[in-house]
C-alpha cells in the first residue's frame, strides 16, 4: 500500500503546465489563510523555509506588496490565519501593519510564529492588542549542544525566559516547538520534553530534524529511530498529561489545536506560499522581483501550478486529516463527490491494512498506520517538498 501511494503522489504531484487561474475558487465559503514573512535577525542552518535578512525598508514595502496581492482574492473571509516565517515576531510594527488590513477578514484564530529573542512582556502584550491569540514558540531544544548544531546558538536561559513569559500573557494556544534529532541520545529529546511540559502549553510539537538539499544540516534520516522515539514518548506523555494528537503533537487540551495544515482548504500570501482549492495546488514565487511584477500585472504570483483531478484532490484532502487524526467522511464526499467510489475503496485497504480504524464515519490512524504516515511524510518531503523548493529557490533574488 505504501508503495503505491508513493508511486501515485509521485505521479500526480508533477507540476502541471497549464495556464495558470486568473482567481482561485474554494468549495468552502471562508477558506484558511497562510501569510509568509520571510525575513530572520538571524539565519538558522537547519530551517528549509524561504527566509531574507531582515532589512527594515524591505520589510516596509513587502507590506505594501502584500496588501495589493490581498485585493487580487476574491475571498472575502476566512477560517483562520496564519503568520509564518522567518521570524514575524522580529517586527511588531508589521505585523500591526499587517493585521490592519486583514484582521477584519478572519473568522477564528488570529496564530504567528513567535521567536524566543521577541517574548519580552511588551510584545507578547501588543500581539495580544492587536487580535493574535494562537502563538508558536520555536524553542527547539533546551540542549546547548544541539542549540549550536542547527545554527540557533540561543541560550536555555533565553528559552526559559522566553517560554515563562509567553504562558504568562495568557494566549488561548501556546505551542511549542521542539526538535527530535536521531543523532542524538533519546533522553535530550526526553529531557526536554518534560522541561517544557512543567509550564503546561497546550500543546508541544516534536518535528524530526530533516536535512534539505539546500540547508547546512547534513545528515540522513532515521525513521525507525525516529519512531522509536515518538512510541517512547507516549508512553510517558500521559502521565505527564499530553496526549499524541496529530502526527507530530502533544496536547493537553482538545480541540483546541495550533495547526496551519489542518485546513480543509487554505489561501497563501505572500513569497513562496501555497494554496489548496481542492482542483489546484500552487506555490508562489520565491523571488520578490517576480512577485512585485506579477502583482503590478494584476497576476497571481504562483510559481508552480498542480492540477488535480476528484480523486486526487481527495488523497491530499485525506492525507492532510490523517495527519491531524481527524478524516471525517462525510465533508470528503460532499467535496470530491465524483470520486466516491475510489474514496471508499482506498479507506477500505487502509482499514484492511490495518492502517486505520473507523468510528461513526471517522477514521482515525492505527499505531501501525503512524508508523506508516510517518514514513510516508518525510518520503513527500524529500521527493516532493525538496525538489519544489530547490527549484524555486534558484528564481530566488534578494532584491
Request: glycine share 6%; charged share 25%.
Amino acid at each position: 500500500m505504501l508503495n503505491f501511494l508513493k508511486w501515485y503522489t509521485h505521479f500526480f504531484m508533477k507540476e502541471s503546465f497549464e495556464k495558470v487561474p486568473e482567481r482561485y475558487t474554494f468549495p468552502i465559503e471562508s477558506p484558511g489563510l497562510y501569510i509568509h514573512f520571510p525575513f530572520c535577525k538571524s539565519n538558522c542552518g537547519y530551517c528549509p523555509y524561504l527566509k531574507m535578512n531582515y532589512d527594515e525598508q524591505l520589510v516596509s514595502d513587502y507590506i505594501i506588496w502584500l496588501q495589493r496581492e490581498r485585493m487580487l482574492h476574491g475571498t472575502s473571509r476566512f477560517s483562520s490565519l496564519y503568520i509564518g516565517g522567518g521570524s514575524p515576531s522580529n517586527d511588531m510594527k508589521a505585523i500591526k501593519q499587517i493585521l490592519q488590513f486583514i484582521a477584519g477578514d478572519i473568522n477564528g484564530e488570529i496564530a504567528m510564529e513567535v521567536h524566543p529573542d521577541d517574548t519580552q512582556m511588551s510584545n507578547l502584550q501588543r500581539l495580544k492588542e492587536l487580535g493574535v491569540n494562537y502563538v508558536s514558540l520555536g524553542i527547539q531544544t533546551l540542549d546547548q549542544e544541539l542549540q549550536n548544531k542547527i545554527g540557533r546558538g540561543i541560550s536555555r536561559n533565553v528559552n526559559i525566559k522566553s517560554l515563562e513569559n509567553v504562558m504568562n500573557s495568557d494566549f488561548d494556544v501556546v505551542n511549542v516547538d521542539l526538535i527530535l534529532d536521531p543523532g542524538k541520545d533519546f533522553n535530550i529529546l526526553h529531557k526536554d520534553f518534560i522541561e517544557v511540559t512543567k509550564f503546561k502549553p497546550q500543546q508541544i510539537s516534536v518535528y524530526p530534524l530533516m536535512p534539505f538539499s539546500f540547508t547546512s544540516i547534513h545528515i540522513s534520516n532515521k525513521p525507525d529511530i525516529e519512531i522509536s522515539y515518538f512510541e517512547k514518548l507516549d508512553e510517558f506523555a500521559e502521565d505527564l498529561g499530553y496526549r499524541r494528537d496529530m502526527l507530530w503533537t502533544y496536547t493537553n487540551k482538545q480541540n483546541l489545536r495550533y495547526s496551519s495544515v489542518g485546513r480543509e482548504f487554505y489561501l497563501g500570501m505572500g513569497l513562496s506560499a501555497s494554496t489548496f482549492t481542492g482542483n489546484y495546488f500552487t506555490t508562489n514565487t520565491f523571488s520578490l522581483g517576480s512577485y512585485i511584477k506579477s502583482i503590478q500585472r494584476k497576476k497571481l504570483p504562483i510559481a508552480s501550478l498542480r492540477t488535480f483531478n476528484q480523486f486526487q484532490g481527495a488523497l491530499f484532502f485525506a492525507f492532510w486529516k490523517l495527519y491531524i487524526n481527524e478524516l471525517y467522511l462525510e465533508p470528503l464526499l460532499k467535496y470530491f463527490p465524483e470520486a466516491e467510489n475510489k474514496i471508499r475503496m482506498f479507506l477500505w485497504f487502509l482499514e484492511r491494512a490495518r492502517l486505520v480504524k473507523e468510528r461513526d464515519n471517522y477514521y482515525f490512524l492505527t499505531k501501525k498506520g503512524r508508523r506508516e504516515m510517518h514514513k510516508m511524510e518525510e518520503w513527500i518531503t524529500h521527493h516532493v517538498v525538496d525538489p519544489l523548493w530547490s527549484k524555486l529557490r534558484k528564481t530566488k533574488k534578494r532584491k
